[in-house]
């Protein structure tokens, strides 16, 4: 939190939402008897408490992590898996607490790393081309509209297809992830909805949320999120469902070490 400066950002990076860090912040300045956090507009700025804290807790996350190496030691090297943006926050959480590398990678860049043994397994979003790999889903949601809190949208409580009309559809390069962009803007078409026009949103997230915010009568479609500070996100009827899964090579080494994971 203090190297973010945001609670959406640090839950971000941790594998949680939002929400779930707000409470444990706020547990632990009840433990301790002292405000860690300044809580403003612009985010979360540590207090004299919080900063005296902070060199104490990274020897502690130090020891904590020697401690998981001198164990992995004992196992073999940690496994390297791919993720894409957008990946299910708990799958995250226990990918983490598994203590395995994590890559930030499109599904296209992860595909060819596992078929060329140059990536342990890969996180991403169905379909793609995974023929000759293992497969297991490790999520399943629906998905619905993110939007600018200012757009007219914002202020209903759910979103139809027909009220995207007319709407543009933010999404990323096809390159990235060719199988899962065709499905989406297949099942698009097939609720009733073409979109004015696709806009191919920069692959940074901070980018990302900044057109949402600003670049007029877009939307995203993504599955449920803690949004991001200007944004919110709105169920949408008759959605279709977003399948996250695990991949890799069946013949690898550590095939069964993969599996586990989930």
Do not use: N
């Not at 779930?20 to 300045?29: D, F, K, N, T, V």
């Not at 990536?119 to 790999?133: K, T, Y």
């Not at 914002?154 to 990235?176: F, I, P, Q």
């Not at 919110?232 to 090579?249: G, I, K, Q, S």
Request: hydrophobic residues 45%; aromatic residues 4%.
């Amino acid at each position: 939190m203090v190297e973010e400066g945001h609670l959406t950002r640090a839950a971000e990076r941790l594998g949680l939402r939002a929400s779930s860090l707000s409470q444990q912040i706020i547990a632990l300045e009840r433990e301790l008897d002292a405000a860690l956090f300044v809580r403003t507009q612009a985010g979360m700025t540590p207090t004299a408490a919080a900063l005296a804290l902070l060199p104490h807790a990274r020897r502690i996350l130090e020891e904590a992590e020697l401690g998981a190496r001198a164990v992995r030691d004992t196992m073999g090297r940690p496994l390297r898996v791919g993720v894409t943006p957008g990946a299910p926050p708990a799958v995250l959480a226990t990918l983490y607490a598994e203590a395995v590398e994590i890559d930030d990678l499109p599904a296209a860049r992860q595909l060819d790393l596992l078929r060329r043994g140059a990536l342990d397994a890969g996180l991403l979003a169905l379909p793609e081309d995974v023929d000759g790999l293992r497969v297991a889903v490790v999520s399943e949601r629906p998905l619905g509209v993110l939007v600018s809190d200012a757009h007219s949208l914002a202020r209903l409580d759910e979103v139809g297809w027909e009220d995207l009309t007319g709407l543009d559809l933010l999404l990323y390069e096809r390159k990235l992830a060719p199988g899962y962009h065709d499905r989406l803007l297949a099942d698009c078409a097939a609720a009733g909805w073409r979109p004015a026009h696709v806009r191919t949103g920069p692959p940074r997230r901070s980018l990302f949320v900044a057109e949402l915010r600003h670049g007029g009568d877009v939307v995203a479609l993504r599955p449920r999120e803690e949004p991001a500070e200007g944004l919110r996100w709105l169920p949408l009827r008759e959605a279709p469902v977003v399948r996250h899964a695990l991949v890799w090579d069946p013949a690898h080494e550590s095939s069964e070490r993969i599996a586990a994971l989930v």
